[in-house]
Structure formats: structure tokens, C-alpha cells
């Protein structure tokens, strides 16, 4: 399976132009969409799910365009939006039983075989008869991942899913991911503003800023694009004032007699400053606040 | 089957989500509670049983759904308008549109969703229903009626509001405000629009007839699926708009195809069935303009009378064939050029012949115009023989009356039922003369003078036969003749009336006439309610019917009476130139299917309820002699004096019920005619054909300040000529109880000229001497002249174009115990004075003995105590009774009728064998309202040294004072009253409360909720000259405020009264029933009583006492020196003149205010008097 993306624009009826000129190619595996609040995310994932049509440009599902073949992408189609809750009268099983049945299973016993057996495997089979309302946050996540995991979906769309959930949830959440992954054939799109979860999961990501691509390719390569310009140093509490001025600080861990600091920079920083291998998060950052400010001036 | 499955689920979960929201858990619970409450209050054994309810079956599931229609209509607007805003609310509902649904399974099936939960409800009440309708021995089960009304009522309501409420909410994106247009859209539809263009709007089927009779079904089921499939249609146009602007991306051309195709048939469906709705309705009433303008262009022609008519009438399922043949007088003054009949309009003529040739004719509209071959002389015979076939036209029966519901409205319980003048299906048939079904040589209906009617005294014999082996029933005497039946009248008609059914009959001949029951098979429940009644029938029928010719003072004419049984449907307007209903006929009356509109014919739950309240009372009564009382009680107020009670513009009317046996002993019997005054034989009607009844024509209204008929007719002519008024075309209850009034006057004029008795007994005889002939009033006069020596004729200008009224005033009566010729004897004089420049009559009479006990016992009889003014009429008498007297042929209560000249006092005098227990003045045509003054007599003085009996009138030249000197009295009818200005209404709260303001003309009081502004109400308590009455509104902080402004001109010191007219508030009703109704007790006031009637403070009746509605007045006395504020207790204030205290006043205007202020529920401004202190 391919998805190809081109020349894709949405411009909002109140002028918003949140996405300009996206080309992309997504293959089979994850793919990650990395890009800060507001970089067009979740516009370019509601387009890939069919809910919104774009201004222009073509998404093409092997070769077919989503938007005149609707009816079949909606067939593959597994969806996690990224603010999920569903209808706090209906139990567990019957939302998903909701969800399988539109996902095409007619057959009664298959289908509530099929949804305990994914209750299960998102470790919801205990609370299948409990009301949506009492289910914890990282309960109705999973939930959400199951609901779109029913009917065994070949495309998978999942926008910020880690989010606000705690460090066991999110391990658990990315491992469904990576099983899923394995599968032949399948496309899972991720899109996150949480650098961590791409690098443990993606094959591929794109990183968006403003509405545009401004990286594609493997999260290696964006991690190399970083290197020798991420370094470790130790200041002094007047050093470190001085330094959150001139550089982008990372993160800060304190010492005796001041602060380890890792920083951004482009040259290697006067004094102590060692380089060190950077790893995603460097690299999303020394990107998104060097790189392509370098390349604007350039 | 994706398409099907797609469907199925996303309506099994969007139920199952409804089904546990709150809203719908509280609603349902709701409605199933009150729906169990109300079935088993209504129809179960143990509740009512309301014979109106419980009579015809199909009444169960339409209440039911009818109801529960209403609410659900509104809480489905919430549930639909509240899904589109989940869904556009929750993210929820994206990773359903990611799904493969298309919109239109998606819309559809949320839609079926909706539907099967409301459909459920509905089902489960009516299984509800349907476990009582087994339980109830009396009520029959109709099943189908259970998936009729489920079709017809529930599913388009709910399909219809479903698709306005997805496409508003589409539209304006709102749910609140979406939500509060639907709801004022219903509530629009339930105060407004609902009967407006043939029910085309009531949506919810609010006020739309759906009755369905146990005889014939539904009667007008093209219209009801009509409306209904327009509402579905265009529910379903809504809902494929919805799908097509639903907001989100489609999938399926085909399916957005498929509703495009479907929203288009819709609306062309609903555009057609609309149409057809609305078409039907504008037909109809442009038919009925039709019929009107054919009539205005016949109406000064001259019609030949039908002597005699042979009719034979094939019915062929829905149309009929007949031959008529006529034989005809021309009984006018001038030659006949050419004939005029009248036939129904559906009905085609095909040929006319006369002897053995064919005649020429033409028709306009209902009009046959038949051209003999040479004109018909005064006083000349002829015969035509007319053939025609065809349908029945309903709309050309009462051309002069919308059809609308809200009209005349006819309902049971709830519920309207259509009203229909003829039927003519495949399994049943019923015309009565009504519907012209055979040409009537006469109009039904002359628009320039609707009081005019032309009664043609004709011998029918009629030969019908049914395709459909219908048993016929018609008047006269049955036959068989081969294939037809055949009846012959050996008396003349007013008019033929004939009905084919599956009718079975019973019948029992008392005192030479026979009664026949025509009914349907299973219909006669009553026959073993009366089961022990079998042996006394005859001798209970034998008493009413000596009752009614005792009463009417002539035999009953005819030598049968038949009881029809007819559709429920069947229904008569009030007609203006006679008080005659379809539903009576010579000899004949249609009575509804199952006496299902007749309150009093649930007689076996009646007897187990008295016989319970009996057990409770101690009373002692046989099972028979209580079954007796029933019946007695049901055949008196159906057929011989019942009454309806129905608010008319807040003024409560009592209109005779439909079935009265009143014109049997005039109108089908006489005619009196008259080119100048064709209202005459109305006027004529309406005064002898009425019983002379004790029961008041507006006495329990009066209580609540309701006119009576006599009162409301003077108002209504008040400076207008009865002329003048009969131009305007007035309504039928105004044209009831002006001809009464009209007639009550001139029959009084002619007894007065002649004398009572000498006249009553003339009269009586004149009148049987010409049974079945039309008599010109011109020839009465003369023959009145011959036998008394004066005419009447020329007061007949007066009385039809005089304007003005007299005005009397009355000294309370003096009554003393004189000797004569050895025994005692009772003199009664009293004083009665004419202020005003018309002459005009009142008449008097006395009731003596004990009690009141009327005609039957039990008349609701009231009593009102209140303490008069100094002498005059004001302020009145002091116990009261209302009644009427004076009618009918016979009048024998009266005891005087005496004539006063313009600004004429007259003593009157009365020797009276029996002590009077009262003296009932009635004022006639007058300024006097109430015109019916009852002054009870409390003392009796003993008799005076020779005093000489003194009988008759004597003129007297003082005129009774109405003030005394140094005395300025000021009314509510004076022009120094003034009211605060009406406050405003909003608009809204007007619609829906239907609170119109009407304070202009005098309404009945409405003690519960009063009117936000001051509105004109008479009593017999209220001070008034003539008007006895006040003005009253509903307490408040005091924004609303009367002023009394008077005139002084002496300075000095004045005694400042109010009147407090205790209105109602010693008003004593209880016993037992209606009028006429048997069982009160001579000297206990029975109760009873319209609805509506005020409760009664200061109720003796044991029963835990009301709250008084009347508590504090405050006044504002404007005097030299300030202005002092003083309040009147009701409760402890005398009845009449209330000193509010002495103020000195100069020369000038001097003012006295009262406001609506007070801690009770309404204050009365009536008159306010300042009297110089000596």
C-alpha cells in the first residue's frame, strides 16, 4: 500500500491557509507526523480520513483519490482523532460492537467474538460492561485504540495519541503500534508533537511547520542532520542566565555549584562544552529553531 | 444488505442511546404512568366510564394516542434537534463518519432509531389501553382501530417533526434555537392554525376529526390519509434534505442519488396530497358561496308548494338513482311562468317530464328551473316527474356555515369529530331534507333574510330499494312492493328523510303511536340495563309523552316516532330560520350511534353509582324505581328540556340539545308566513315551541355573571332595530335568542290585547285547526280581529323596526291578607314605572305554595340574597329566584301582562287565591338587565280594616324615586365612571392564554382566572338602574383603579357609601343535577349547573368551604381636605351601601378611586353615592 500526496493545500473559509503545497509518499509501515501546535497535523490527518475535503491537490491511496473513492478508504480505515470520547450511555463492548458493525461485520457471534477478543488485547475485557464515564483516561484511550483497531483496518490513523496519558500507558500504546506494525501491508500514520514516540516506533516521518514539510525522510537522518551541534556543559548560576540568552537549552540538570546543561548551537560554545550524539529530540529542535531559520536567511 | 445492515445498526444503537438518556427515561415514565392513570380513570371499571368515551371503542386508542401525540411531538423535536448537536458536539461521531456508512444510512438510521423507540412507547400505551379495553365489560373491542391511529396519528407527527427539526438544525446549527422555533411552531399550530385551510397545518392532528364510527368507520379516511401522507411526505422530503446537507463528506452517489430521487417524490407526494387537502377544503367553500350566490339570485322568486311527492330511490353503492314525482299548488298571488326546485347539487338531472311528454328545464348549480307548457295560475295544480342520479354534495347542506372544527364545535371527550349532514358509502345511507336529496320547491338558504324558511306541508310516499340489500327506514308506514320497500305517510311532512343500514328494530305502540328503535345489531346495551323496566315501558313513555302535550297543550301529531340510530358523524348546524335540528324529524329522530354523544346513556354505570351514593346516604330505593329515575332522566333531558352549556366569546350559551321534541308540536305541524316579515314563523317558533319551563334559559349562568338569553338580546338590539339586526346576518345563538325575545314580546302584546286565558284558548284551537297549511299572517290578523276587534298587524312595524326600549323601574311588591266573599285572599301591589320615551310590556307572575320544586323537580335553582336600595329597582328585591316565564302555547303561569307608555307609572294591583312565595317580573323587551326579576315575598301584613281588593292597573303621577333627594349616586354605567386604562398584554401570553380582551360588552365572571383588566359583568346584586351591573378585575398592587366622578352642589358635610354587590357570595347550589333533571327536593336549592359556575363562598353544604375570591377593597375619598384611603372588608360589608365615612366637600366635582389592590383574588367596582348629612 502507498499513499501519495500532492501539491496538497486547505485553506479554511476564515482564510487560515493551513496546508501549503504537502507532497509526500507514505508506504507501508509507521510513519511519523512530527511538527509543532498548530503545523497543519491534524488538518492533513482529517483529510487522509475523509472528513475534510482540500482546497486542492490530490491524495491518492494506490493510485486511487481518497476523496472519489471515499467509500473504499473508509473500508480500511482505522481512526483514532486526537480528542476521543464516545457516548457515555453505551457500555465498553457495545461502542465497539457500534464500531465493528460498521466496519462491516454482520455476522452477530463473529462480532462480539471479535470485539472481546480486542477488549483483550488492549486489557479493557475486565470493564466491558462498564459506562464509558467510568472508565479512566488511559482506559478510554485504549478503548479508542480498539475501536479503530476492530474490523482490522489496513490504513491506520492515529492523531496525538500519547497524549496526557502516563509512562506505562504510552509504552503499552506504542507496543500495540509496533505489533501492528509487523502486520503486511498496513500503513499506520502516528501524528504527534511527541518527539519520543516517533523514534521508538517509525520507519518514516515528516515533520511539519507552518502548514508545510519541511523534513521527510528516516528519523536517523533527522537525527543526523543534528550532529555536532548538540553540547554538554557545566555553568555557573551567572553562566547559565547568560547562556539561556544565547542559546537553546535543552535540558538543564542541576549540580554542585551550578547546572548541566545541554544546548543547541550551531559553533561548539566557549568554555567547557563537549559535544555529544544527539539524539531525536536535539534533532527536532536544532531543526526546527536552526535549521530552518538558516535556510529562511539563506 | 450492507445498505440494510449499515441501517439497522446505526438505528439499533442510536435507540439504545436515546432510550437512556434522562430526557427520554423521564418521558417515558411519565407518559406511562399517566397513560395507565388515565385509562383507568377513564375506561377501566373502576374510573369514570364516561359514557362518551366508553361507548364506541375506537375512542380508547385515539384518546390515548391523541394525548400522548401532543407530548411526544414535542420531546421528539428535542431528542432529533439534540442528536444532530452530539454529533456535531463529540469527536465520538468521527470515527463513525470515518466508518464506510453512507449519509443516508446514517441519517435513516438514526432516524429509524428515533422512531422505534417512540413507536414503542406508543405501542406499550396502547397495549396499556388495550389490557383495560378487555377488562371493561362495556366497551367492545376494535382492534384494527389500534394500528389505524398508530398509522394515522403517530407515525407522520413523528416522521414530519423528526424532518423539520434535522433540517432546522442543519440550517441554523443551533439546538436551543432550534428547539424554541419547533416548540412555538406546535404551540402555534395548537392556538392557531390547527383548523385553519381544511386542517392543513395541524400536523400533530390537534383538532383534525378522526373519530371512527362503529357503524360506517372513518368517514372522511381520503381526507385523513390525505393530510396524514402529505405530513409523512413531507417528513421524509426533510430528512433526504437532511441527508443531502449533512455535514459530512458523502460516500455513495447512489445513495445521495437515491435521496435526491426520494426528497423530489416526497415533495411532489406532499405537494399533491397538501393540495388535495387544501383543494377539498376550497372547494367546499366555494361551493358553499356558490350555493349562496345561486340563492341570492332565486331568492325573490316565486316557488309552487309541494303537496305531495312520490319518490323512488335506487342506492348503487356510492351514488344513487331516484325518480321524483311531484305534484305541486301554486299558492301565490301571481301566475307561476316557470317552476324552481332546489336539488342537490351532486346530483344530476336527466329529464323532466309532466303527464307522458318530456318538459324543458334548466339547471344552474342546485337550481332546476322547470318550463311547463303553459304558467301555473294562482290556486292551479300540477305534476313533474323529475329523474336524476348521482352523488350527495355535504357542503350545499349548511351553505351559510364553515366546516371547519373549530366551528360549531363537535367533539367527544377531546377529540373532534367530523361533522356530516349525509352519508352515502356502499354499506350505508342516511339524507335527511337537509341535504335536498329530492327537489324541494324552495331554497335552504336565503342570504338576504336567513330567518325566512319555506315549509311546504307535503305527502311523501317513498319506494326505495339497495343494491347492497339494505334494510330502508323512512317515515310512514313500511310496506313491501316486490323489490322496494315502501313506506306511506298518512300525514304531511315538513320533509323526507330516509336511511339504509343494517339496521334492526324494536318497537312498542303506547296510546295508539308507535315508537320504533331502528338501530344496528349490538347496539341495544339498554335493553338489558332496562331490563326490569319491560312491564312499565309503556306506562313511563305514556307519562312523557302526557307530559309534552300537557306541556305544549296540543296531542303529539304524529302516529309513530322512530328512533334512528345514525353515525356518529352525523351532525346539524343551528339554522337561522328555525330552532329545528336535522337531527328531528316529523316523526322521527337521528340519534347517535350507540347514544354515544348522550352523556346520561351510560346507564349501568349510572345505577351502580347512584345505588352506591344512595347505600352512603341512607336512602332507601329498589332496584327498579332507581333504573326508572334514570331512564326518566335521560328521556327528559335528551328529548324533552335538555340543555347544552358551552362559553361562547365569554359569555356562557344554552343551546337545547340536538334532539328536543319541541317541533313535533309546532314546526312540523304549523306555518305562519308573511312576505314583509318572513322571520315570523321564527319568531313564532321560538316562542310556542319552547316548554314553559321554571328552569332559568340563563339562571345558572347568572351566578357567574352570565347574560341569559333574554338579556343578551336585549343588549344585542340595544339601538338596533330587529331589522337592522337580521341584515347584518347575525350567528345563530344571537338569532336564537333574539327570535325568543321577539316573540315573547308580541305573543305578550297579543295577550295583553285580548287577554290571557281568552287568547291562550283561542289561539290553541286556531292553530290545530290549520295543522299542515301554510297560514299568511295577513289572514291571522284578520281572524284575529274577528274574534277579539284589534290588529295586529301594525305593531308589527314597531316591533320589527323600532329601535328604542323601555325602561322600568319596580317597587318591591306589598303584600297583604284581605277578606272576599269570606275568605282570605292575598292583595299584591306594587308600583312599576317606564322613565323612557318607548312604550313597552312586562308581565307578572306568582310563585305560591312551598318551594321551588319545578316542572320534573330539580330545576337548578339559585338564590341570591342581598339587601336593596330605597325603593327603586336598584338594588332590587331581596331573595331571589331567576326564572322564565311566559312561553310556550299555552303561558299559564302568567298572572298579568301590563303595558306602560313612555314616562308612565302605573299601581298595579293582584288578588291572589294562595299566598305568594315570590313575584317574577319579567321585563321583555327592555333596558332592564337582567330582565328577569324574581322578588321573594318574606312578609305578609295582615289584613287592614276593610281594606277593598283592588285588581288591576291604576296610573299614578309620581314616579318612584331612583335617588333621594340630596343623594348624587354615580354607577359603573354612568358617564362619570371612568376605568384606568387596559393594561398591555403581551402578544404571546394573549394567543396562549386566549385571554381576549373584551371589556367592552358584559362577559360571565370568571372567578378563577380574572381578566387583567376591568371588565363589565351584571348581576342581579350589582346597583344599576336598569344595568345591574359592576365592573371587576384580577387583584393586583393596585395599577388598575375606577374613578366614580359626581357633582355636589350644596357644601357641607357627606356620607360617602360604595355598593358591594356580594356577587356570588351567597350563592347557595347543591342537591341534585341539571334542569329538569328529577330528584330535588321541593324548598332545597339543587345544584348542579353549567360549567363554569363559580364556587360558592359561604357554601352551607357541609362541604370543607373555599376560599372567599373577594377580600379587601380600597377606596380613595377625595375630600377638602386631602384624601382619606379606606378599605372594606368583603367578608364583614353589608350586602349593598358601605359608608366609607363623613367628609366635608364644597360645590364641585368630587371623586372617589378604588385599585385592584387587595390580598384577594378579584375586586369589584360597581356605584359610589354621597349623601348630604342634614
Request: aromatic fraction near 12%; hydrophobic fraction near 40%; include cysteine.
Amino acid at each position: 500500500m502507498k499513499i501519495e500526496i500532492r501539491d496538497l493545500n486547505k485553506i479554511y473559509p476564515n482564510g487560515t491557509h493551513a496546508l501549503k503545497n504537502i507532497n509526500l509518499v507514505i508506504e507501508s509501515g509507521m510513519f511519523g507526523l512530527l511538527g509543532p501546535n498548530g503545523a497543519g497535523k491534524s488538518t492533513l490527518m482529517r483529510i487522509l480520513v475523509t472528513l475534510v475535503k482540500p482546497t486542492s491537490g490530490i491524495v491518492l491511496l494506490d493510485g486511487k483519490d481518497i476523496q472519489k473513492h471515499r467509500k473504499e478508504v473508509r473500508k480500511i480505515l482505522g481512526y483514532l482523532p486526537q480528542d476521543f470520547r464516545f457516548f457515555t450511555s453505551l457500555k465498553t463492548w457495545e461502542f465497539l460492537d457500534y464500531s465493528a458493525a460498521l466496519a462491516g461485520m454482520k455476522n452477530r457471534k463473529e462480532r462480539l467474538k471479535e470485539v472481546d477478543r480486542m477488549l483483550d488485547q488492549v486489557g479493557l475485557l475486565e470493564v466491558r460492561d462498564r459506562n464509558a464515564n467510568k472508565l479512566s483516561g488511559g482506559m478510554k484511550r485504549r478503548l479508542g485504540i480498539a475501536q479503530a483497531l476492530i474490523g482490522n483496518p489496513k490504513l491506520f490513523i492515529v492523531d496525538e495519541p500519547t497524549t496526557g496519558l502516563d509512562p506505562d500507558e504510552r509504552i503499552r500504546f506504542r507496543n500495540i503500534l509496533s505489533t501492528l506494525s509487523q502486520k503486511q501491508d498496513v500503513i499506520i500514520i502516528l501524528s504527534t508533537h511527541i518527539v519520543g514516540d516517533i523514534s521508538s516506533t517509525c520507519q518514516n516521518m515528516a515533520l511539519l511547520n507552518k502548514g508545510e514539510v519541511v523534513f521527510c525522510g528516516r528519523p536517523e537522518n533527522l537525527v543526523n542532520e543534528a550532529k555536532g551541534h548538540v553540547f554538554k556543559m557545566n555553568l555557573t548560576p551567572y553562566e547559565y542566565e547568560k547562556a539561556k540568552e544565547e542559546y537553546d537549552i535543552i535540558s538543564t540538570i542541576p549540580v554542585e555549584n551550578g547546572w548541566e546543561v545541554q544546548i543547541v548551537s550551531d559553533l561548539p560554545p566557549d568554555g567547557n562544552a563537549v559535544e555529544i550524539e544527539p539524539n531525536i529530540e536535539h534533532a527536532y529542535v536544532y531543526y526546527m529553531e536552526h535549521k530552518i531559520h538558516a535556510d529562511l536567511n539563506v | 444488505m450492507t445498505f440494510l445492515h449499515n441501517i439497522l445498526t446505526v438505528a439499533h444503537y442510536e435507540a439504545k442511546t436515546l432510550r437512556r438518556t434522562w430526557f427520554f427515561r423521564l418521558f417515558a415514565i411519565g407518559a406511562l404512568f399517566i397513560f395507565t392513570m388515565l385509562n383507568i380513570g377513564l375506561f377501566s371499571p373502576v374510573g369514570t366510564e364516561s359514557w362518551e368515551m366508553v361507548s364506541i371503542p375506537s375512542a380508547l386508542p385515539l384518546i390515548n394516542l391523541y394525548l400522548l401525540n401532543i407530548g411526544q411531538a414535542v420531546v421528539v423535536i428535542f431528542l432529533a434537534s439534540d442528536f444532530l448537536k452530539r454529533d456535531k458536539k463529540l469527536d465520538t461521531v468521527e470515527v463513525l463518519y470515518t466508518r464506510s456508512v453512507s449519509n443516508f444510512e446514517y441519517v435513516t438510521g438514526k432516524t429509524l432509531g428515533i422512531l422505534r423507540l417512540f413507536l414503542s412507547l406508543n405501542v406499550v400505551i396502547l397495549i396499556i389501553g388495550l389490557i383495560i379495553n378487555i377488562i371493561s365489560k362495556t366497551m367492545k373491542v376494535d382492534i384494527l382501530s389500534y394500528f389505524e391511529y398508530l398509522l394515522f396519528i403517530s407515525i407522520p407527527t413523528l416522521i414530519y417533526s423528526l424532518g423539520l427539526a434535522y433540517i432546522l438544525m442543519l440550517i441554523i446549527g443551533n439546538q436551543a434555537i432550534t428547539f424554541f422555533l419547533l416548540l412555538g411552531y406546535a404551540a402555534l399550530n395548537m392556538f392557531y392554525l390547527w383548523y385553519r385551510a381544511g386542517s392543513l397545518y395541524d400536523y400533530m392532528v390537534f383538532g383534525m376529526p378522526l373519530y371512527k364510527s362503529g357503524i360506517i368507520g372513518f368517514d372522511n379516511i381520503t381526507a385523513i390519509i390525505n393530510q396524514r401522507l402529505g405530513y409523512f411526505f413531507a417528513g421524509v422530503s426533510m430528512i433526504m434534505a437532511s441527508v443531502i446537507l449533512f455535514k459530512r463528506l458523502p460516500q455513495s452517489r447512489l445513495h445521495t442519488n437515491l435521496a435526491r430521487t426520494l426528497l423530489v417524490l416526497c415533495i411532489i407526494g406532499s405537494g399533491i396530497t397538501f393540495y388535495n387537502t387544501l383543494n377539498n377544503h376550497l372547494e367546499r367553500e366555494k361551493l358553499k358561496r356558490s350555493v349562496i350566490e345561486i340563492n341570492r339570485k332565486y331568492e325573490k322568486s316565486k316557488f309552487p308548494s309541494t303537496t305531495s311527492a312520490d319518490i323512488e330511490l335506487a342506492h348503487k353503492g356510492k351514488t344513487i338513482e331516484a325518480v321524483s314525482m311531484l305534484r305541486i299548488v301554486n299558492d301565490n298571488d301571481t301566475p307561476l311562468e316557470s317552476y324552481i326546485f332546489s336539488l342537490n347539487p351532486g346530483l344530476s338531472v336527466k329529464k323532466v317530464i309532466s303527464g307522458n311528454s318530456d318538459i324543458q328545464f334548466k339547471t344552474d348549480g342546485h337550481i332546476i328551473e322547470i318550463s311547463p307548457a303553459k304558467r301555473l295560475e294562482p290556486g292551479g295544480y300540477d305534476s313533474v316527474t323529475i329523474f336524476y342520479s348521482g352523488k350527495i354534495t355535504e357542503a350545499f347542506c349548511y351553505p351559510n356555515f364553515s366546516d371547519d372544527p373549530k366551528n360549531n364545535r363537535y367533539r367527544i371527550a377531546m377529540v373532534n369529530v367530523n361533522k356530516r349532514q349525509a352519508f352515502l358509502k356502499n354499506n350505508y345511507l342516511l339524507f335527511t331534507p337537509e341535504s335536498h336529496w329530492y327537489p324541494v320547491s324552495g331554497l335552504n338558504y336565503y342570504p338576504s333574510n336567513p330567518a325566512r324558511i319555506k315549509v311546504d306541508f307535503t305527502k311523501f310516499i317513498l319506494k326505495a330499494k339497495s343494491d347492497k340489500n339494505l334494510k330502508v327506514v323512512s317515515q310512514g308506514i313500511p310496506g313491501e312492493e316486490g323489490e322496494w320497500t315502501k313506506y306511506s305517510c298518512p300525514f304531511p311532512l315538513t320533509g323526507l328523510t330516509v336511511a339504509m343500514g343494517n339496521y334492526v328494530a324494536d318497537s312498542i305502540t303506547v296510546d295508539s303511536v308507535k315508537f320504533i328503535s331502528w338501530h344496528y345489531p349490538g347496539t341495544d346495551y339498554y335493553k338489558k340495563d332496562f331490563e326490569e323496566l319491560k312491564d312499565t315501558l309503556p306506562n313511563l313513555i305514556s307519562g312523557f309523552m302526557k307530559d309534552l302535550e300537557s306541556g305544549f297543550g296540543v296531542a303529539y301529531p304524529f302516529s309513530c316516532l322512530s328512533m334512528v340510530e345514525a353515525p356518529v358523524q352525523f351532525y346539524s348546524y343551528p339554522k337561522s330560520n328555525t330552532q329545528v335540528r336535522a337531527e328531528i324529524q316529523p316523526s322521527m329522530v337521528i340519534i347517535p350511534e350507540k347514544l354515544s354523544t348522550l352523556q346520561q346513556a351510560g346507564f349501568a354505570k349510572r345505577f351502580a353509582r347512584q345505588k352506591k351514593q344512595m347505600a352512603r346516604n341512607n336512602q332507601i330505593i329498589t332496584d327498579k324505581e332507581l333504573k326508572v329515575r334514570i331512564f326518566n332522566n335521560f328521556i327528559r333531558n335528551t328529548f324533552i328540556s335538555g340543555r347544552n352549556f358551552r362559553m361562547v366569546n365569554g359569555v356562557l350559551v344554552n343551546e337545547p340539545t340536538r334532539y328536543l321534541l319541541g317541533p313535533s308540536f309546532y314546526f312540523f305541524r304549523n306555518n305562519f308566513y308573511s312576505d314583509e316579515y318572513p322571520v315570523i314563523n321564527a319568531v313564532f317558533e321560538s316562542h310556542l315551541q319552547k316548554l314553559n319551563e321554571p328552569a332559568p334559559a340563563g339562571g345558572p349562568g347568572m351566578m357567574a355573571g352570565n347574560l341569559s338569553d333574554n338579556d343578551r338580546a336585549n343588549l344585542i338590539l340595544k339601538n338596533t332595530s330587529f331589522k337592522e339586526l337580521l341584515a347584518r346576518n347575525p350567528s345563530s345563538d344571537t338569532m336564537r335568542a333574539v327570535l325568543t325575545l321577539k316573540g315573547d314580546c308580541l305573543f305578550n302584546y297579543l295577550r295583553y290585547k285580548a287577554g290571557i286565558n281568552e287568547f291562550n284558548e283561542w289561539f290553541k284551537n286556531y292553530i290545530w285547526d290549520n295543522s299542515y297549511k301554510r297560514v299568511n299572517i295577513l289572514k291571522f290578523n284578520n281572524d284575529l280581529k274577528e274574534r277579539f276587534g284589534f290588529e295586529f298587524y301594525p305593531y308589527l312595524e314597531e316591533w320589527f323596526n323600532g329601535r328604542e326600549q323601555p325602561g322600568f323601574i319596580f317597587t318591591e311588591p306589598d303584600v297583604t291578607t284581605i277578606v272576599v266573599d269570606q275568605r282570605t285572599r292575598f292583595q299584591v301591589v306594587f308600583t312599576a314605572s317606564n322613565t323612557e320615551s318607548a312604550g313597552g310590556l312586562f308581565n307578572v307572575s306568582f310563585r305560591t305554595g312551598g318551594g321551588f320544586g319545578g316542572r320534573g323537580g330539580g330545576q337548578a335553582i339559585m338564590s341570591v340574597t342581598f339587601q336593596g336600595g330605597r325603593g327603586g329597582a336598584a338594588g332590587g328585591g331581596r331573595m331571589m329566584q331567576i326564572a322564565m316565564q311566559g312561553r310556550g302555547l299555552t303561558s299559564s303561569d302568567i298572572s298579568k301582562i301590563v303595558y306602560l307608555s313612555p314616562h308612565e307609572t302605573k299601581k298595579i294591583g293582584v288578588v291572589l287565591e294562595s299566598q305568594p312565595r315570590a313575584m317574577q317580573i319579567n321585563a321583555l323587551f327592555s333596558k332592564n338587565i337582567p330582565g328577569e326579576l324574581v322578588f321573594t315575598i318574606q312578609e305578609v301584613k295582615k289584613e287592614s280594616a276593610k281594606q277593598k281588593p283592588f285588581e288591576g292597573e291604576e296610573i299614578v303621577q309620581e314616579i318612584p324615586s331612583f335617588t333621594q333627594p340630596g343623594e348624587v349616586v354615580v354607577d359603573n354605567e354612568d358617564p362619570g365612571f371612568y376605568r384606568s386604562a387596559t393594561s398591555k398584554m403581551n402578544p404571546l401570553r394573549k394567543i396562549l392564554s386566549g385571554n381576549k380582551e373584551v371589556a367592552e360588552t358584559y362577559q360571565s365572571m370568571n372567578l378563577f382566572v380574572a381578566p387583567e383588566y376591568w371588565q363589565p359583568v351584571v348581576q342581579n346584586t350589582f346597583y344599576g338602574r336598569f344595568v345591574r351591573s359592576a365592573v371587576y378585575t384580577r387583584a393586583g398592587t393596585g395599577d388598575r383603579y375606577v374613578t366614580w366622578k359626581g357633582i355636589i352642589k350644596e357644601p357641607g358635610y357627606y356620607d360617602v357609601y360604595a355598593y358591594i354587590g356580594k356577587a356570588g357570595a351567597q350563592i347557595i347550589m347543591r342537591g341534585a343535577g341539571r334542569p329538569g333533571q328529577a330528584g330535588a327536593q321541593p324548598g332545597r336549592p339543587p345544584a348542579g349547573g353549567p360549567p363554569g359556575t363559580p364556587p360558592p363562598p359561604g357554601d352551607q353544604s357541609g362541604e370543607p368551604a373555599r376560599q372567599n375570591p373577594y377580600k379587601d377593597f380600597h377606596f380613595k375619598v377625595y375630600h377638602d381636605d386631602g384624601m382619606d384611603e379606606i378599605t372594606i372588608d368583603y367578608e364583614t360589608a353589608d350586602p349593598g351601601w358601605n359608608k366609607l365615612g363623613t367628609f366635608y366637600l364644597s360645590p364641585d366635582t368630587v371623586k372617589v378611586e378604588m385599585t385592584n389592590q387587595s390580598e384577594g383574588r378579584i375586586v369589584i367596582a360597581d356605584a359610589v353615592k354621597w349623601v348630604l348629612k342634614e
